[in-house]
């Protein structure tokens, strides 16, 4: 029996999240390994761990896999969350990444220079209530079913669901010209694989504050 997959990286959200959301959403245990000082960071880089130099790395089925996007459609084909066929899945590759641009938008926010931050977030509002919601708003109205593809929970549904929760944190009022987005919040919120990882104490990570900010940096050596 294989063990349960580890992830590698620092005590916090950034790109290791979605990864979070995706296993937990399939039910499946896995184990953190915290980097906490840059050393920790260096000894995964030369012990050959990571491929590129770069974490996030997840541990599983006796592979060391890096890059998000690689690691997130592993999980997903491995736990039925990709689509029954290939139109399927590229509709689910191709509204996954529609929304990565949002998200890296959001990701990239705590990086932002204070003089900078107001512009920012007024972009990232525009951008969610112009473009990104309304569009998907479309898919789900287009077809009445619960689901952005095929009628049944995909790897986009659990992303878009991710990124609701992200984007109601920078303004909860952003949702509320979006009923079917609401419901696909609500309705995969309630599965029991994701309503135990939204309760406290779970392994889903709290939104980057100064400090955490902070300590990534060190980490990282970013100035």
């Known amino acids: 029996m294989a063990g349960k997959p580890t992830l590698h990286y620092f005590n916090g959200r950034g790109r290791m999240e979605s990864i979070r959301w995706l296993l937990a959403a399939a039910g499946v245990e ?132 991710e990124l609701l929760y992200s984007v109601e944190e920078l303004d909860p009022s952003l949702l509320a010209k979006f009923p079917l987005l609401k419901g696909l919040r609500t309705r995969v919120s309630n599965l029991p694989t994701v309503k135990k990882f939204l309760q406290p104490g779970s392994a889903r990570k709290p939104p980057l504050d100064e400090k955490s900010l902070a300590e990534a940096k060190k980490i990282f050596r970013i100035p």
């Open 30 to 161: 896995f184990e953190e390994k915290f980097i906490e000082r840059p050393e920790d960071l260096d000894k995964l880089r030369n012990d050959g761990s990571l491929m590129f130099q770069q974490v996030p790395m997840v541990e599983i089925d006796g592979m060391k896999l890096v890059q998000s996007r690689a690691i997130l459609n592993y999980i997903a084909t491995k736990y039925n969350l990709y689509g029954r066929d290939m139109k399927e899945r590229a509709l689910i590759d191709m509204y996954t990444e529609g929304m990565a641009d949002l998200t890296e938008m959001i990701l990239h926010l705590p990086l932002c220079p204070p003089n900078e931050k107001e512009a920012k977030i007024s972009l990232i509002k525009e951008k969610t209530t112009n473009r990104y919601f309304p569009a998907f708003e479309k898919v789900l109205k287009s077809h009445g079913q619960d689901y952005l593809v095929g009628n049944r929970l995909s790897k986009a549904d659990i992303l878009l669901v």
